[in-house]
């Protein structure tokens, strides 16, 4: 059974993406059924390409990736989400829509990278995605398949305060 994980942040080209793409690649190396999905409440329309090239250098593939809304995940062909994760603390003081099979939600912030100035961006990206990269590390070492709703939950806020 495939654990589905939507990432949340506002514009959803920076660190939402930078989450998808890491969490995606890391359970595809481990071997885990968890899929990642991101997305933002207004979305720019575009990836940073610092995000972008974040993630390349980490060997993650980015052909794929763009930048939608999160409406696309509550049209009734989507993919049902178990974990929802905001990022950005806009998008967690946001009123998300209704997630069908009310998925756990936690809210897991980082500091936008793309605020650096313009000479530190490149490096402000890559510590952004090696700390986003721990977490999903960590969030795949747990047994989700196994545990409860308030389990996930429990586990999750733990993660949040590590």
Not at 55 to 78: H, I, N, R
Request: charged share 20%; aromatic share 6%; hydrophobic share 40%.
């Amino acid at each position: 059974m495939t654990i589905n994980v939507l990432i949340l942040c506002t514009h959803n080209s920076a660190r939402s993406v930078l989450a998808e793409g890491m969490l995606n690649h890391l359970a595809k190396q481990s071997g885990k059924d968890i899929k990642a999905y991101s997305a933002g409440s207004t979305p720019s329309g575009r990836v940073n390409p610092y995000a972008l090239d974040a993630l390349v250098q980490a060997g993650v593939d980015t052909s794929a990736m763009y930048s939608k809304s999160w409406d696309e995940f509550t049209l009734p062909d989507a993919p049902v989400m178990d974990i929802v994760i905001t990022v950005c603390d806009s998008a967690a003081s946001e009123q998300c829509p209704y997630w069908p099979g009310s998925p756990v939600k936690v809210h897991w912030g980082y500091p936008d990278p793309s605020n650096a100035p313009e000479a530190e961006k490149k490096k402000a990206f890559d510590l952004t995605r090696q700390a986003i990269g721990y977490r999903m590390l960590q969030l795949l070492a747990l047994p989700l398949e196994t545990m409860s709703h308030a389990e996930r939950q429990s586990a999750l806020l733990r993660l949040q305060k590590s």
